[in-house]
């Protein structure tokens, strides 16, 4: 990635275009593995995501959460590097999921780093 360019942030719709990259992925916790090596994430377009720990949580992870991670070669599934819990704040999910949106049909007001069928 180019000095100063941002990680994208995608919702789980866009995952499978990032496989192997790094992402930023807001939503809304659904649950939590009991061993908490993983939780879900339901995106903001709705659909639920699996985030992989690197060690087990040590503190709770509920509502709004945004994660850095990797996106598996199952875009189901992120390898979480780092995660932000904002817990349970007011905020229009899909009103986000419309910015993240624009931020990719208009590419030249939002610079972001390429995805993996850019650079073939």
């Known amino acids: 990635m180019a000095e ?11 995952l499978p275009r990032y496989e192997g990259c790094l992402v930023n992925l807001l939503g809304k ?3 939590v593995d009991q061993n908490g ?10 659909i639920d995501i699996e985030i992989l720990l690197p060690e087990s949580l040590e503190d709770s992870v509920e509502g709004i959460t945004e994660v850095i991670g990797s ?3 199952n875009p189901r599934q992120i390898n979480c590097h ?17 910015a993240v949106k624009l931020s990719h049909e208009h590419e030249k007001f939002f610079p ?3 995805t993996n069928s850019d650079n073939q």
């Open 4 to 14: 100063g360019q941002a990680n994208p942030r995608v919702n789980a719709s866009m």
């Open 29 to 31: 916790v659904k649950s």
């Open 37 to 46: 090596t993983s939780f879900v994430l339901t995106s903001t377009d709705n």
């Open 71 to 73: 996106v598996c070669p």
């Open 82 to 98: 780092q995660y932000v819990n904002h817990g349970d704040i007011d905020m229009d999910l899909s009103l986000y999921d419309e």
């Open 112 to 114: 972001i780093m390429k």
